[in-house]
């Protein structure tokens, strides 16, 4: 399996330098398994923020490659879960965070805003305030 930069996700996904774009697109056809850490996907979101990209376009474009049958990220269910707390209304970073808490019993932080929301979504673990 071969991992990928954040760079060329962002490339597949926005498509703002076309030659970059040819090449991302080539590469998921090509037949060979890709991968990449949660923190590439971390990233991407970050960066697709910084270009603009509405937080439901967001969602939608990290969802369109985790349906990439060549794309196979390491710790897919914990972004799949982040996406849905991010599609609740969770910073992603945070949701991430608390996606991948591995039967913790809880999440502590200073963040007043990250606890109060994860905890009107019931997230898991519990998020709470130091």
Known sequence: MIAVDTNVLARLLLRDDEVQYRKAVALFGDGRDYTAPPTV????????????VARR?????LK?????PKFKPSGKAAIIVALELFDQGLDFADALHLALCDGE????????RFAKRA???????????V
């Open 41 to 52: 996907i971390l990233e991407l979101a970050w960066v697709l923020g910084r270009y603009g």
């Open 105 to 112: 019993t809880a999440f502590l932080t200073f963040d007043d």
């Open 57 to 61: 376009d967001i969602a939608e474009g």
């Open 64 to 68: 369109e490659l985790l349906g990439l």
């Open 119 to 129: 905890d009107r979504l019931s997230a898991t673990p519990p998020v709470q305030l």
